[in-house]
């Protein structure tokens, strides 16, 4: 057999997807073109590879016998490009930025500017959990969160870079008892339930912050709740719940609520910027570059004396890998 190494990255995404669609859309390819790999390398090995049904596909036990060689072939084509300076930087890098407005934003068009030649394509999702996933899965390249907050088998198959300390804040009803206030002090919320992402599995890494952050002080984390998607549904819920949300400083504006910075202490959100270990993209390293130079510029890992923090933030913030 020829091992042609298109066939077997075909392989290789059918076989962590387990879906034929999700592993052309990995691999932007047609569904039929994907189908019809597998079956060439199929006849060449002479073997099913996959058991396939209207409702799922499966590995075979060849198959299964073949994914840790197709993988070790794979990396090693990778490698052997990557030291002539070829690889993967031909193909669109995908970021995701979480929320548009964001200063994630700003570290993507740096990146744009000191990378003119690849395509740096943002995404606008949620949570690290979730784009930990995506990034492990090739189908986001980056993204932005709370490094610590991940599981620990996660973390041990991602880079991480340290971005940002960022300030932590609360969005009230624009009527709610503390809106008056420039800045809210986190004992004034006592008594409060405030939303913080519980049950979203996206972001558990947020949820578990916000429970650190509120033990002892008389704060509750309010119930899972539907996810509220965009400004009106937004708006909707909070006039229904009532519950302060918490946010950082940079959360877009939303309709009849205020956005309020919290103090004493200043809790602050640590933001790492994370990717796959071994890929090699000159979009990486300009992500890399860009937030360095923006976190030097704006002072974003200098840590306030007053600023509050879990103590396995602080040390995996000390550190890169």
């Known amino acids: 057999m020829s091992a042609d190494p298109r066939l077997l990255r075909a392989f290789v995404a059918v076989a962590e997807e387990l879906h034929f669609t999700r592993a052309a859309a990995r691999l932007y390819v047609a569904q039929q073109a994907l189908s019809r790999d597998i079956r060439r390398l199929e006849r060449e090995l002479g073997s099913e590879l996959f058991l396939r049904t209207t409702r799922q596909v499966t590995l075979t036990a060849d198959g299964t016998r073949l994914l840790p060689y197709a993988r070790r072939v794979l990396a090693a084509q990778d490698a052997l490009l990557a030291a002539f300076g070829r690889g993967e930087a031909g193909r669109p890098l995908f970021v995701d930025v979480n929320s548009p407005g964001l200063f994630s934003t700003r570290i993507l068009a740096r990146a744009r500017e000191l990378a003119p030649d690849s395509e740096l394509m943002a995404r606008f999702e949620s949570g690290l959990t979730g784009a930990a996933a995506e990034i ?11 490094f610590a907050g991940l599981d620990p088998a996660l ?8 971005v940002r300390y960022e300030p932590m804040a609360v969005i009230l009803p624009e009527d709610h008892r503390l809106a008056g206030l420039d800045e809210v002090p986190l004992d004034a919320l006592a008594g409060e339930t405030v939303y913080a992402g519980a049950g979203n599995p996206r972001t558990p890494e947020w949820t578990d912050l916000a429970r650190l952050l509120f033990e002892g002080r008389g704060i509750e984390v309010a119930p899972p709740a539907p996810l509220a998607l965009g400004p009106e549904e937004f708006e909707r819920i909070m006039a229904k719940t009532r519950c302060p949300v918490l946010a950082v400083v940079d959360f877009p504006a939303m309709p009849h609520a205020v956005l309020r910075p919290l103090v004493d202490p200043v809790p602050l959100s640590p933001v790492s910027l994370v990717w796959r270990k071994g ?42 890998i």
């Open 155 to 162: 973390r041990s198959r991602l880079g991480q870079q340290p």
């Open 136 to 146: 492990l899965a090739g189908r986001i390249d980056a993204s932005f969160g709370r």
């Open 279 to 320: 890929v090699t993209h000159p979009g990486i390293d300009a992500l890399r570059c860009a937030a360095t130079e923006l976190a030097a510029e704006e002072g974003w890992l200098l840590r306030p004396t007053e600023g509050w923090i879990p103590a396995r933030d602080a040390l995996i913030m000390m550190n890169r």
